[in-house]
């Protein structure tokens, strides 16, 4: 079992609508958990960071979290073509490890206008 | 302010050579971090600096794989006898100390070993 698993995708929206990221992590005590947005060819860009069971709202990105189901996932409102490339979910390890982030193979998202 | 540069942004070698990727982080950030991803996967974790010291090496994959970060803020991956399998995007991040830990990305070095 993977550690941090995601669809690959891809995951195809219409222009307007909600698109929904699915991430389920294996560690329970697991405490940080991450959304990195990546373009094709580029690096990972930080889009959203939540710590606390619930949702975290910033724009049009929610972040929501379960950690009893040990579930993350990211909602895209009015989904724009410019939001089509690949989804990252990290998860923060714990204890002496330090700060080492834990990534899933990330979903390819499609949003066609 | 200026972001997490990585040099060189492509670097092609020969099977069994050495080379040195250079990370320079966020200014005043104390944590480094450096990934590989392969095509079609996440980062892949392979060792992180607190100040000058390694903090977790434990994702590097073998002993060809070295990494050091002198004064605190840049840091220098070295990979010797590099083997086609090491072909993969190498990336650097760096963090402020403190709980939440956002990690933020450099550019990434995009290593071809022939």
């Known amino acids: 079992q993977k550690e941090v698993e995601q669809n690959s995708g891809p995951l195809s929206v219409p222009e307007g609508a909600i698109a929904s990221l699915n991430c389920t992590y294996s560690d329970r005590g697991s405490q940080s958990f991450f959304w990195y947005r990546q373009y094709s060819g580029k690096s990972p860009e930080l889009i959203m960071s939540?710590?606390?069971?619930g949702d975290k709202e910033d724009g049009r990105f929610t972040a929501q979290l379960n950690k009893a189901s040990q579930y993350v996932s990211l909602l895209i409102r009015d989904s724009q073509p410019s939001d089509s490339a690949t989804y990252l979910c990290a998860v923060r390890a714990l204890g002496n490890q330090g700060g080492k982030l834990i990534f899933g193979q990330g979903t390819e998202l499609s949003v066609k206008p | 302010g200026a972001g997490v540069s990585q040099t060189p942004s492509n670097k092609v070698t020969e099977k069994g050579k050495y080379v040195e990727l250079r990370c320079d982080p966020i200014s005043g950030h104390t944590a480094l971090y450096w990934y590989r991803q392969s095509l079609g996967q996440g980062p892949e974790f392979l060792i992180y600096f607190q100040g000058t010291g390694a903090a977790d090496d434990s994702g590097l994959p073998n002993d060809r794989f070295f990494a050091v970060r002198p004064e605190g803020s840049v840091s220098t991956l070295k990979i010797q006898r590099t083997e086609r399998g090491d072909s993969a995007v190498y990336l650097c991040a760096s963090s402020s100390s403190g709980t939440y830990n956002e990690q933020f990305f450099g550019p990434g070095t995009r290593l071809t070993v022939l």
């Open positions: 939540i710590y606390s069971n």
